[in-house]
């Protein structure tokens, strides 16, 4: 994912699918006529943790998103090219649809990086995706130990700094991008990478993980499936 810190496949209940998925070269490997991500073959239900949102109040995320459709992405505001696409790619996805469809889900970016996603941070990074009047974007970020348990709820392992991510001779703000990464920027020197999840989560109304998107899934695709997520 052009980092040295390297986006990973999700364990547990989720391993087999986003491995098969993987192992296509290009997205899931096979699809089911509902959904176009990657279907879990268990029930999945929507997790439970509480963090801290950007207005610095607590976030109890299965009571505040219960019964909406939900895009849930744990990452960092550093990360060169999956991060800032999959969130493009979600606002994307929701200019797509119509507007109260669009009003109808909420998207979650978790930090994984808890020393540099401080709030101004988060709200600075998180501002350049534009999703549609009225669509709840909500960062949240915690301690280390509230993120590590937010991730183990989810199904995934807790990320992990893993090395330096390359950058521009003289800009370290900037970095080679990967073919596909959507146009972002970043707001200080990258430094370290963070190993984390590949995913996004999408919860639907009824409060279960139909699916999940990994890398190479468009917007269009996800657009798709929110109609569908919407009346679960």
């Known amino acids: 994912m052009g980092e040295t810190g390297q986006v990973k496949a999700l364990p547990l209940l989720l391993a087999a699918a986003l491995l098969a998925a993987c192992s296509s070269g290009s997205g899931p490997a096979v699809q089911k006529a509902a959904y176009h991500g990657v279907e879990p073959t268990a029930v999945v239900k929507r997790p439970s943790f509480v963090l801290t949102d950007l207005a610095g109040e607590k976030y109890d995320f299965s009571a505040r998103t219960k019964g909406r459709p939900t895009f849930v992405y744990f990452g960092y505001t550093h990360c060169p090219d999956a991060c800032p696409t999959a969130m493009a790619d979600i606002a994307t996805a929701l200019r797509k649809v119509p507007a109260d469809l669009a009003r109808k889900a909420i998207v979650v970016f978790v930090t994984t990086d808890p020393k540099r996603d401080t709030i101004p941070v988060m709200k600075q990074w998180l501002g350049q995706f534009s999703a549609p009047a009225g669509t709840a974007i909500v960062g949240l970020v915690g301690t280390p130990a509230e993120l590590d348990a937010a991730q183990r709820a989810a199904g995934v392992e807790p990320a992990y700094p893993d090395g330096v ?68």
């Open 165 to 232: 991510t390359p950058t521009l001779p003289g800009h370290p703000d900037q970095h080679v991008t990967e073919k596909g990464t959507a146009p972002h920027k970043h707001f200080g020197p990258l430094g370290y990478a963070v190993t984390h999840s590949a995913a996004i989560f999408a919860y639907d109304a009824a409060d279960h993980l139909p699916v999940l998107y990994p890398g190479g899934v468009t917007p269009s695709d996800i657009a798709a499936d929110l109609p569908v997520l919407a009346k679960a």
